[in-house]
T-cell receptor
Framework: AQSVTQLDSQVPVFEEAPVELRCNYS??????LFWYVQYPNQGLQLLLK??????LVKGINGFEAEFNKSQTSFHLRKPSVHISDTAEYFC??????????????FGKGTLLTVNP | EADIYQTPRYLVIGTGKKITLECSQT?????MYWYQQDPGMELHLIHY???????EKGDLSSESTVSRIRTEHFPLTLESARPSHTSQYLC???????????FGPGTRLLVL
């Protein structure tokens, strides 16, 4: 079984400031890692994913995340945020071996609010 | 960009009514999923399907039912809606051999 902890439920920042959204996971097996973004009244959009290879993963909209196996973390970062980045961000994991058929386990989400 | 559609986007209905939430995808994906999301909370898997005529219950118990008669279509039905069913319902799909789930825009359900 897996679990995902997003350490901050809300993160307010000013426009053009850097931001880090934290995600830790727990799993007895190797996992794939994902970040999804949900804009108001919309579904989830994939931001980026870690499958294998380089631990630094770049996604859409200037976001990146780093997989740290020893700390079981997958924190999301952006060097300079825009008002349009205001949204809910979800971290998720799935079993790499295909156990549970790649079902996703989600964190509770982090609401990023970018203020002018 | 994934092509997965959900209708209606918003639904307000009275207690006791039967409702069906529609989900369709045009990608030929064999795996499809339904999640329930309450405000400020994580998504919980309530149903999934690995292909036509295959359906399974998810991690969160739900009074809803699903069917998978066609690959592209995965509707969710509530026989008798109650206020406790008020939530957002998100549909997702995943292709064979793929590890990424793609989500629809969701249906916000309000049961009065």
């Amino acid at each position: 079984a897996q679990s995902v902890t997003q350490l901050d439920s809300q993160v307010p920042v000013f426009e053009e400031a850097p931001v880090e959204l934290r995600c830790n996971y727990s799993s007895s097996v190797s996992v794939y890692l994902f970040w999804y973004v949900q804009y108001p009244n919309q579904g989830l959009q994939l931001l980026l994913k870690y499958l294998s290879g380089s631990t630094l993963v770049k996604g859409i909209n200037g976001f990146e995340a780093e997989f740290n196996k020893s700390q079981t973390s997958f924190h999301l970062r952006k060097p300079s945020v825009h008002i349009s980045d205001t949204a809910e961000y979800f971290c998720a994991v799935s079993d790499r071996s295909g156990g549970s058929n790649y079902k996703l386990t989600f964190g509770k989400g982090t609401l990023l609010t970018v203020n002018p | 960009e994934a092509d997965i559609y959900q209708t209606p986007r918003y639904l307000v209905i009275g207690t006791g009514k039967k409702i069906t939430l529609e989900c369709s995808q045009t990608m030929g994906h064999d795996k499809m999923y339904w999640y329930q999301q309450d405000p400020g909370m994580e998504l919980h898997l309530i149903h999934y399907s690995y292909g036509v005529n295959s359906t399974e219950k998810g991690d969160l118990s739900s009074e809803s039912t699903v069917s998978r008669i066609r690959t592209e279509h995965f509707p969710l039905t509530l026989e008798s809606a109650r206020p406790s069913h008020t939530s957002q319902y998100l549909c997702a799909s995943r292709g064979q051999g793929g590890e990424t789930q793609y989500f629809g825009p969701g249906t916000r359900l309000l049961v009065l």
